[in-house]
């Protein structure tokens, strides 16, 4: 496997369902992301982490939690949806500099999520 | 705080022609960094560019060419020749410096090559 790799690539869970979203990076970068793409909006940051640790949550529910288990992997913990959830979710990594500097993401082909 | 506008949702042209995809950002960081993404109907975002803001100098990669205007706080993307595999979404983004580095997206142009 090379790049950026998300499964499952389509998903369809009801609204009691618990299911997860797993990420995995082959680049040797040390900063990972979850973002959410809704039809006719930009695509929303939903979390980060960097070297591990979590360093940025943009507000979104509890309905979604995320796990760093190391620098290669990512998931995306999912309970309880509301159908307005639905949308593709995309993972990317970045290598982040410690110090000044900034690098492009490179983006997985996303999970389609459908909350029925 | 940070915004990307792509005025453009969507923009059809004939295939050879040549286009011009636009992007205007805001930000009130003296140091800050541009980028495009292609998204194909695949789904996966392709890293097209990364341009930082002190470098003004514009750049081709073989049919694509990128316009870096400070003055205008613009990051303008050209297709040469269109060919219809470059159909897709193209997505423009902005991060900042120390302390703002979110990514953060315009809402796509969405381009169709005609055959």
């Known amino acids: 496997e090379t790049g950026v790799t998300q499964t499952p690539r389509h998903l369809v869970m009801g609204m009691t369902n618990k299911k997860s979203l797993k990420c995995e990076q082959h680049l040797g970068h040390n900063a990972m992301y979850w973002y959410k793409q809704s039809a006719k909006k930009p695509l929303e940051l939903m979390f980060v982490?960097?070297?591990?640790?979590?360093?940025e949550n943009n507000s979104v529910p509890s309905r979604f939690s995320p796990e760093c288990p190391n620098s290669s992997h990512l998931f995306l913990h999912l309970h309880t949806l509301q159908p307005e959830d639905s949308a593709l979710y995309l993972c990317a990594s970045s290598q982040e500099p410690r110090q000044g500097g900034v690098y492009e993401q490179y983006f997985g082909p996303g999970t389609r999520l459908t909350v029925t | 705080a940070q915004k990307v506008t792509q005025a453009q949702t969507e923009i059809s042209v004939v295939e050879k022609e040549d286009v011009t995809l636009d992007c205007v950002y805001e930000t009130r960081d003296t140091t800050y960094y541009l980028f495009w993404y292609k998204q194909p109907p695949s789904g996966e975002l392709v890293f097209l560019i990364r341009?930082?803001?002190?470098?003004?100098q514009n750049e081709i990669s073989g049919r694509y060419s990128w316009n870096f205007q400070k003055s205008t706080s613009s990051f303008n993307f050209t297709i040469t020749a269109s060919q219809v595999v470059d159909s897709a979404v193209y997505f423009c983004a902005l991060r900042g410096n120390f302390g703002n580095e979110k990514l953060t997206f315009g809402t796509g142009t969405r381009l169709t090559i005609i055959p």
């Open positions: 982490y960097n070297f591990k640790e979590q360093t």
């Open positions: 341009r930082n803001s002190f470098d003004e």
